[in-house]
């Protein structure tokens, strides 16, 4: 089909972007000459609106089933797709399947087919399973971060899925990675293929080496993240148990900071992310979990509190700054007690930092946590407008708002929490009595 300027332009400005980018009308240009579609770039690209864009163009009203599938390797990464989607606007329902989300509730929400499917392999095979599925009008298959999906083991669901895909028309396969070849089963000839990772510019970030030792290495990095003033940080660990105990540690001195790690909940991991995006705090210490998938373009500073385990794995770890043009700072703790992996490079210019540094001050912003969400009927307007008549509140004083399932989450102005909390418990939103609290 031709892609007309009004759709584009529309689209543009529902996600607020002022043009295309070169990976984008790449993309739309291939699209509309080939069926099969290699995607390789770069992290921060907007590489997710240019996959979503032709496949948004290539959806029909008229059709009732689903119509379009895309497969994520994690439950982050299909939830910012599913994001940035909502965010265009197109009157096409979407839904997201994964694991740790309820089944009953996205079994209820199958009962009425989404035009777009999100969903990791895992979590789609078992909706196929249990009969909730129909794929026989899917014609467009996404998979997104392909190397990942392959990486973490998922071949053999993927494969289950394909074959069900008895009217697949378009396939397209992002990477970060150049791949070899591809599994059979996709029936992946003769892509058209956009290559950006050679011409991507490099990220503007300042590489640091920061001397530590075994015995000084808690105290070093506390003060550390105080010289960053409360900018937007990621500390990155190698295992579960090291954030844990880092978090407890800055916890215990003063420093507030969130912990994001495959071994919370869900609902715990979504909560910390919430935070850290409407800028209660300041810091998450993280696993490598959090080194794809989060998009969160404003992040400062990348701490590497333990060695990366790869050299891909250093780089997705850089890739959470300097996004959308802007300049970042990456810190490598040098111990001297330790060998440095081969594949670091250890940066020449040494951190320097004061001994006037102090904890930063808290954040403006506080998280409230609201008993009802998406499946109670309850919107972003309409908590804009709960907070406004029944607290008193000024759109400046309230911040991003958060609307799950069955629960939101609201950032407001820290200084007027105490008595906006007492003008609204025991109001009423659209009818209902929600629970209303600082979120924990």
């Given amino acids: 089909m031709n892609y007309n300027k009004e759709q584009i332009s529309s689209t543009l400005q529902n996600i607020g972007f002022k043009e295309l980018n070169q990976l984008q009308k790449d993309a739309l240009f291939q699209a509309e000459n080939s069926n099969n579609l290699l995607l390789l770039s770069q992290t921060g690209s907007g ?162 080496k920061f001397p530590v030792s075994t015995k000084n290495k808690y105290d070093k990095i506390f003060d550390l993240l105080c010289s960053f003033g409360g ?54 210490i993280c696993t490598d979990l959090g080194s794809r998938g989060l998009d969160i373009p404003e992040i400062q500073h990348v701490v590497h509190f333990q060695y990366p385990n790869s050299k891909e794995a250093f780089i997705h770890r850089n890739g959470r700054t300097a996004r959308m043009k802007a300049n970042g700072s990456s810190y490598l703790l040098i111990n001297s007690d330790e060998e440095t992996p081969e594949y670091i490079e250890i940066p020449e210019i040494e951190h320097l930092i004061s001994d006037q540094n102090s904890i930063p001050k808290e954040s403006e912003w506080t998280t409230l946590y609201f008993s009802g969400g998406k499946k109670d009927k309850i919107s972003k307007i309409d908590i804009v407008g709960f907070l406004g008549q029944k607290g008193g509140l000024k759109k400046e004083a309230i911040g991003l708002i958060t609307i799950m399932d069955f629960s939101s989450f609201v950032a407001v102005k820290r200084k007027n929490v105490r008595t906006l909390l007492n003008a609204i418990t025991k109001e009423k939103i659209k009818g209902k009595k929600l629970k209303i609290a600082i979120a924990k």
Avoid at 265 to 282: D, M, S, V, Y
Wanted: glycine share 6%; with cysteine; hydrophobic share 40%.
């Fill in 47 to 208: 590489k997710t609106f240019a996959f979503l864009l032709p496949l948004y163009f290539n959806l029909k009203a008229e059709t009732s089933g689903i119509q379009a599938l895309i497969l994520a390797p994690s439950r982050e990464l299909a939830m910012q797709i599913e994001n940035v989607f909502k965010s265009m606007k197109t009157n096409f329902k979407v839904l997201t399947c994964y694991g740790g989300h309820s089944m009953r509730v996205e079994t209820n929400s199958l009962t009425e087919s989404p035009a777009v499917l999100i969903g990791t392999p895992g979590r789609i095979c078992d909706h196929i399973t249990r009969g909730n599925l129909n794929l026989s009008e899917i014609e467009q298959l996404v998979i997104d971060e392909y190397d990942k999906c392959l990486e973490f083991g998922f071949e053999d669901q993927m494969k289950f899925i394909h074959q069900d895909l008895i009217s697949l028309k378009r396939t397209t396969l992002v990477s970060a990675t150049e791949l070899a070849d591809f599994p059979s089963f996709l029936d992946f000839n003769a892509p058209a293929i956009i290559n950006q990772l050679d011409t991507a510019l490099e990220p503007a970030i300042t590489f640091w």
């Fill in 231 to 284: 900018e937007l940080t990621i500390v990155f660990c190698n295992f579960r148990e090291a954030t844990e105990n880092l978090s407890e540690f800055l916890s215990e001195n003063g420093y507030e900071s969130q912990i994001y790690h495959g071994g919370l909940e869900q609902e715990e991991r979504e909560r910390a992310l919430i935070k850290f995006r409407n800028g209660t705090c300041h810091t998450l």
